[in-house]
C-alpha cells in the first residue's frame, strides 16, 4: 500500500531534549516536506526537499533540521525543543513535475508533539 | 507572495442540506488550487485540484470546485452532505516550489 509513515504519532518531551520525528515513503517520490498545524494558522511548512541531499527552508523553519541521505526518508529533528514547538507535524510527499509545482500532496497521519 | 483566505472557521449545516466553503487567494501570476480534507486523528487527503482548463472541477465524495479568476476565488460546495463530511476542510495554492494554506474550515454537519 502506497503510504507516508510517520512515528511516533505522540509525543510528550521536556524542553531541552533532543529528538527526532521520522518519516518514510513507499512510492519513489523526490520530493518531501514537513509541515507544522496549529489552530486557526492552517499548515505551515517547515522544510522540504527535492530529492536527496537537497533540503530548502520553508516558513517556518527556525528550531528545526533535517536531513535527505535516502530517498525514502525524511526525518525532522528538534536539537532543543521548546513550548512554542508544541504543535501537530505531517510529513508529506509527491512525485516532482518538471515545470511546476503542481503534483498533490501524499500526507502522513501526523505527529503530535507537546513539550513541557 | 501568495496568500489563501478561508473565510469561514467553522461551517455548521443540517444532514442533506447544500453546503459552500468558501476560499479566496491572492496572487499576481497564475496558481494551481487544491482542496483538501482531513478526517479526525488522520492526514490530509486531496478532494480536488485545478491545474487548467475547465473552471468547474469535480472531485472526490460528490464535491465540486469553481475557480472564478476575476474574484480570485475556488469555493468548494456539495449539494447535499452527509454525516460522514464531517472533517476541516483547507484550500492550497501552489506556485514553483511553494505551497500556501488557508487556515481551515471546519464543517459540523449535524443529524
Known amino acids: 500500500e502506497a503510504q507516508v509513515t510517520q512515528n511516533p504519532r505522540y509525543l510528550i518531551t521536556v524542553t531541552g531534549k533532543k529528538l527526532t520525528v521520522t518519516c518514510s515513503q513507499n512510492?519513489?517520490?523526490?520530493?518531501m516536506s514537513w509541515y507544522r498545524q496549529d489552530p486557526g494558522l492552517g499548515l505551515r511548512q517547515i522544510y522540504y526537499s527535492m530529492n536527496v541531499e537537497v533540503t530548502d527552508k520553508g516558513d517556518v523553519p527556525e528550531g528545526y533540521k533535517v536531513s535527505r541521505k535516502e530517498k525514502r526518508n525524511f526525518p525532522l529533528i528538534l536539537e532543543s525543543p521548546s513550548p512554542n514547538q508544541t504543535s501537530l507535524y505531517f510529513c508529506?510527499?509527491?512525485?516532482?513535475?518538471?515545470?511546476?509545482?503542481?503534483?498533490?500532496?501524499?500526507f502522513g497521519n501526523g505527529t503530535r508533539l507537546t513539550v513541557t | 507572495a501568495q496568500s489563501v483566505t478561508q473565510l469561514d472557521s467553522q461551517v455548521p449545516v443540517f444532514e442533506e442540506a447544500p453546503v459552500e466553503l468558501r476560499c479566496n487567494y491572492s496572487?499576481?501570476?497564475?496558481?494551481?488550487l487544491f482542496w483538501y480534507v482531513q478526517y479526525p486523528n488522520q492526514g490530509l487527503q486531496l478532494l480536488l485540484k485545478?491545474?487548467?482548463?475547465?473552471?468547474l472541477v469535480k472531485g472526490i465524495n460528490g464535491f465540486e470546485a469553481e475557480f472564478n479568476k476575476s474574484q480570485t476565488s475556488f469555493h468548494l460546495r456539495k449539494p447535499s452532505v452527509h454525516i460522514s463530511d464531517t472533517a476541516e476542510y483547507f484550500c492550497?495554492?501552489?506556485?514553483?516550489?511553494?505551497?500556501?494554506f488557508g487556515s481551515g474550515t471546519r464543517l459540523q454537519v449535524q443529524p
Open positions: 485545478y491545474l487548467s482548463g475547465s473552471t
Open positions: 492550497a495554492v501552489s506556485r514553483r516550489r511553494a505551497l500556501t
Open positions: 512510492m519513489n517520490h523526490e520530493y
Open positions: 496572487s499576481s501570476v497564475s496558481v494551481y
Open positions: 508529506a510527499s509527491s512525485p516532482l513535475r518538471v515545470r511546476s509545482y503542481n503534483s498533490p500532496l501524499h
